[in-house]
């Protein structure tokens, strides 16, 4: 099953990638954090992205294909994969649509995930990650024990440079102006499906897996 999950920065998506992994046995592949890595690492690549990804603009399509399609061609991703942040422009999507045709495939389902805006700007700014694992909490709403420390793996927490609200704005408006009309584009395909993404994670994990439940779109 190859998945697509779409929704603002926020919204929830590399969340609810985490539980199908579990539930699907197929990878997620998120752009942001294979970006995050070079950025890390001190590559060309993340010299080349880090400026871009602080001040919440779009790393060229290019770039991003040939991230997706060397992630895309390992072995664990065979019998499919969960997109977490691509594809984020129509180019993206038209050629994400070539490189699938062209091995027979095809995307199963496209999930729409909805937050309002100003739920998304505390979701974000609360943010912590930890280092070591990668596991998320929330400041207020899922505070970690100790303070400063993962709860699963005691790793350091840490604020991603893209989580300042004036960053997080300029997020937003990226979304609005180059990654939504994906779901027009989408919409078309009748692959597309919104999911109310407000409530807990367990009640939009329930949703979700409710929509693919059969394996089939528009279910
Ligand atoms: P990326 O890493 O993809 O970030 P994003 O799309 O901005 O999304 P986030 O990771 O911030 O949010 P999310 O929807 O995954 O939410 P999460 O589950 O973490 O991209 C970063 C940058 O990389 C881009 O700005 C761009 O520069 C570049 N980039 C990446 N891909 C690209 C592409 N294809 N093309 C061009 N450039 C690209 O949850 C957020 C918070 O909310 C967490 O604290 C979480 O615990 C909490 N939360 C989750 N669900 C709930 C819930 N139901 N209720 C309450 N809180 C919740």
Known sequence: MNLILLGPPGAGKGTQAKRLVQRLGIPQISTGDMLRAAVKAGNALGQRVKGI??????????VVIALFKER???????????????????GQA???GKILEEEGGQIDHVLSIDV???NLVTRLSGRRTCRACQAMCHVETSPPRRPGRCDQC????????????????????VYKQQTEPLITYYGKEEILRRIPGSGSVE?????????????KAGG
């Open 116 to 118: 309002p805006v100003e």
């Open 203 to 215: 009640e939009i994990f329930k949703t979700i897996s409710s929509v693919i439940g059969n394996g």
């Open 53 to 62: 990804m602080e001040g919440g603009e779009l790393v060229p399509d290019d």
């Open 94 to 96: 038209q050629e994400l």
């Open 154 to 173: 005691d790793g350091e927490l840490y604020q991603r440079a893209d989580d300042n609200e004036e960053t997080i704005r300029e997020r937003l408006r």
């Open 72 to 90: 895309a061609s390992q072995p664990d991703a065979r019998e499919g994969f969960i997109l977490d942040g691509f594809p984020r422009t129509v």
